[in-house]
């Protein structure tokens, strides 16, 4: 692999022992791919580390004395504990979950890492068509590549610090242009109505999707060109659920797709497939796992909730309480909260209910984590993500409803599920 | 019989051991860590342990957890001996990488075709080779040998 005088040094050690370490795991990666050279990067995500002493340990080893030389931002941490009357941790727990959480936010802090702590940062750094950036986290980083079409393979953990700390990555997969043309075209059919579709619709279209894919990348036609980033943000996680493609195209709607050819690279289609609504049937229910319709959690927010998702919640439980026996979690990030907040917005959720929670996974995480604790053992949500994960890595201890965001609210007043 | 394969990425180390083959995209979040066995009813590789095995399938897939999956199956001593896929999975194989197992990809054939479980392998990372011995009584003794292992595991 070529490399610059700089990167020559950095492998060196002449800009010390994390900066080389770092440069050290972006060669190897390199080397495993062929690739040529370093690009520079001008941003990082990272992963808020799962906080077991393994997994902290590296971390630790990865930034001990680091500097960040490029804008990095951060997934969410497993509890919004300034909030942890609502989300039912009992008093005895706390110091242990606050001690694990905040060396891990201390070392952030330390670093300069922007705390975002969400899996929809976009509103601090802004991308740009064909930016080189190295993001993890499926959601944050197959969002950068298929809406802004910002360049971002689905980094480990490890990579994303060790660009976050050199400023490179290697040049490989989607970085490249030539790697990043759709192969399989996947039609919407309009007896679907896209114009209408629910976050649930476009989630349940990407988990269907991500099967048929294996690696490679889809091109999807039918979909309404009105749809909003809050929209898409629901196709990321579902597809690599069960593939590794790592972006997706939208013709009319993404930047690399304005046109069918151009998100093909101006070759056929190597598959074709069609989603009606016996495939939409069929991707509703692979997600349901539950058999029990008491729900004892509604979770909104998976990725985080952007404004107008608060704003159309808000509107669902206007007028209603959320039922004694159940309760409704809806995740975001605290920038967007504090809007909503001033917007009038918070007060209408957490006056039906509600609990607006930050800085937190939304569900997932902290269901696996601490859900047996808190009582949960059937949730409802409309994330396609956290019913998939559910359904697999919680299976035998939670059951999991997927439906539309409408349902899901009926069932965090009614405390039954009667989705369709 | 003796099948040479020649993938085009690849990590560095040797290994030699036996197979266990997925066919579809396989993530090693799957597995147990305490014992590397893969508990997930429907599975196609219910029952069965990564531990130990030169695991090959056709790319990887899941969260971004998966590349501490690796990590920490290796912490654990459940880890696979060797990792072989037809394409690679970055943040998979970033796992494998910082696990230090070896790793081969990037192949113009299809390799599930030419291989099955018990089947031996032995893969030299750096050169990108895979070699498949095939086991020769293979027909006839395919489900009956699993299943026997997994009550000699006292399973079932």
């Known amino acids: 692999m070529h490399l610059t005088e700089k990167e020559k040094r950095m492998l060196g050690g002449d800009y010390g022992p994390i900066v080389q370490k770092s440069m050290d795991l972006l060669l190897k990666v390199g080397e495993f791919y062929g690739a040529e050279r370093m690009l520079k990067v001008t941003q990082a995500h990272l992963i808020a580390w799962e906080i077991n002493d393994i997994l902290f340990d590296l971390f630790s080893e990865l930034t001990k004395g680091a500097t960040l030389v490029v804008p990095t931002t951060v997934n969410p941490l497993l509890f919004d504990l300034q909030r942890w009357q609502e989300l039912g941790i009992a008093e005895s727990d706390l110091p242990n979950l606050e001690r694990m959480q905040s060396r891990l936010a201390n070392e952030h802090r330390r670093l300069g890492v922007i705390p975002t702590y969400t899996c929809h940062p976009h509103f601090q750094h802004e991308l740009r068509l064909g930016e080189h950036i190295a993001f993890t986290e499926s959601n944050v980083q197959i969002f950068a590549n298929a809406w802004f079409g910002a360049r971002s393979n689905i980094e480990g953990a490890t ?257 039954k599920w009667e989705g369709r | 019989m003796e099948i040479a394969i020649q993938g085009s990425q690849g990590s560095t180390g040797n290994s030699e051991g036996e197979v266990l083959v997925c066919s579809k995209p396989f993530e090693f979040g799957d597995a147990d860590p305490k014992t590397g066995i893969i508990n997930i009813p429907g599975h196609e590789l219910e029952g069965q342990t990564v531990k130990d095995k030169i695991v090959i399938f056709p790319c990887g897939c899941g969260a971004t957890t998966e590349e501490w999956s690796l990590y920490v199956l290796k912490k654990f001593g459940t880890a696979p001996k060797a990792v072989v896929t037809m394409s690679s999975y970055p943040c998979a194989c970033i796992g494998g990488i910082i696990a230090g197992i070896p790793m081969v990809s990037g192949f113009d054939e299809n390799l599930l075709r030419l291989v099955q479980n018990g089947d031996r392998a032995s893969i030299d990372a750096e050169k990108r080779i895979v070699r498949i011995t095939k086991s020769c009584n293979r027909s006839l003794i395919p489900r009956e040998s699993r299943d026997g292992e997994r009550y000699a595991r006292g399973e079932d």
């Not at chain 1, 400023?167 to 075209?185: M, Q």
């Not at chain 1, 989630?203 to 889809?218: E, K, N, Q, V, Y």
């Not at chain 1, 959690?297 to 509107?315: N, R, S």
């Not at chain 1, 409704?328 to 957490?350: C, S």
Request: glycine share 12%; aromatic share 6%; proline share 3%.
């Open chain 1, 159 to 415: 990579t994303a610090i060790a660009a976050a700390v050199t400023g490179r990555t290697p040049e490989y997969g989607l970085h490249i242009e030539g790697n990043r043309r759709g192969e399989i075209l996947v039609e919407v059919d309009k007896e679907t109505q896209p114009e209408s579709f629910d976050y649930a619709d476009y989630g349940a279209l990407s988990f269907w999707t991500g099967r048929l894919l294996t690696d490679r990348i889809p091109v999807y036609i039918g979909l309404s060109d009105e749809m909003t980033a809050g929209q898409a943000k629901y196709m990321c996680a579902p597809q690599v659920l069960h593939s590794s493609a790592a972006t997706f195209h939208i013709v009319g709607v993404t930047p690399e797709a304005r046109s069918l050819e151009e998100a093909l690279g101006g070759a056929k289609a190597k598959g074709r497939a069609r989603f009606g609504k016996k495939e939409r049937r069929e991707a509703f229910e692979s997600l349901c796992s539950a058999k029990d319709r008491n729900i004892d959690l509604v979770c909104l927010g998976c990725p985080h909730c952007t404004l107008d998702e608060l704003a159309a919640i808000a509107g669902l439980l206007k007028g209603k309480k959320v039922n004694g026996q159940t309760r409704l979690w809806v995740g975001t990030n605290e920038p967007t909260r504090n809007l909503a907040k001033r917007m009038g917005i918070i007060d209408l959720i957490v006056d039906a209910g509600g609990h607006v929670l930050t800085g937190m996974c939304s569900g997932t995480a902290p269901i696996l984590r601490l859900g047996r604790k808190l009582g949960i053992r059937t949730v409802a949500s409309n994330s396609a993500c956290l019913a998939g994960i559910l359904s697999r890595s919680g299976r035998g201890k939670f059951g999991a409803w997927f439906g539309r965001t409408r349902d899901c609210i009926a069932a965090s007043i009614n405390g």
